[in-house]
């Protein structure tokens, strides 16, 4: 069966750290992936998605960058992290034709 | 462009009543609908999907939603809802193609009230 797997489940890290989230799908492949951020009280931003290694499409100007460095696995990270960087990442999956997303169970993410 | 308006950011309902959480969207060509549900600190869960068919799509947990393609509405509705339903609930839009991106409406908080 196809699983998704998201890491860390918190995160708490100063201002001007950096950020590694990793995400990992089991059981298909060439799957298209997204992460998503849910800031407190908000709905669900799509930040970046990727159909394919090496293949990564940007949403919304930020402080975030994305990375597919294999086939079933999707890094999110920065540089230098941003108090308005806290929030609620999501990552999820799409096995394409007419199913629905599947999504990890996100990482909490306080910048201090 | 797409977009998904849920109409309501807050829904109070006491237990063993029904519910209506409201979604409407908007795009210029033919699209896929779902319902996701989010408990505290968790990832999103499929309530159900229409894709094509029958207008009235039944889901998981008892809900269904209608979808009506002339008010371009796709509302949730639970006949008698219970304290476990308590969660936020999403509407989300995605038109065909190779990205399958999905937009999400802003969120419907449900609280059911003993």
């Known amino acids: 069966s196809q699983t998704i797997h998201q890491w860390p489940a918190t995160l708490v890290q100063p201002v001007g750290s950096p950020l590694s989230l990793e995400c990992t799908v089991e059981?298909?492949?060439?799957?298209?992936l997204y992460w998503y951020r849910q800031a407190a009280g908000r709905g669900l931003q799509l930040l970046f998605y990727?159909?394919?290694?090496?293949?990564i499409s940007s949403e919304v100007p930020q402080n975030l960058s994305a990375s597919r460095p294999q086939d079933r696995q999707f890094i999110l990270s920065s540089k230098k992290l941003l108090l308005s960087d806290s929030g609620f990442y999501l990552c999820?999956?799409?096995?394409?034709?007419?199913?629905?997303?599947?999504f990890g169970s996100g990482t909490r993410l306080t910048v201090v | 462009a797409q977009s998904v308006t849920q109409l309501d950011s807050q829904v109070p309902v006491f237990e063993e009543a029904p519910v209506e959480l409201r979604c409407n969207y908007s795009?210029?060509?033919?699209?896929?609908l779902f319902w996701y549900v989010q408990y505290p600190n968790q990832g999103l869960q499929l309530l159900l999907k229409?894709?094509?068919?029958?207008?009235l799509v039944k889901g998981i947990n008892g809900f269904e939603a209608e979808f009506n393609k002339s008010q371009t509405s796709f509302h949730l509705r639970k006949p008698s809802v219970h304290i476990s339903d308590t969660a936020e609930y999403f509407c989300?839009?995605?038109?065909?193609?190779?990205?399958?991106?999905?937009?999400f409406g802003q969120g419907t908080t449900l609280q059911v009230k003993p």
């Open positions: 999820a999956w799409y096995p394409g034709g007419q199913g629905g997303y599947t």
């Open positions: 059981g298909t492949s060439n799957p298209n």
């Open positions: 229409y894709l094509s068919g029958s207008t």
């Open positions: 989300a839009v995605r038109r065909s193609g190779n990205t399958g991106k999905l937009i």
């Open positions: 990727s159909v394919g290694i090496g293949q």
């Open positions: 795009s210029s060509v033919s699209v896929y």
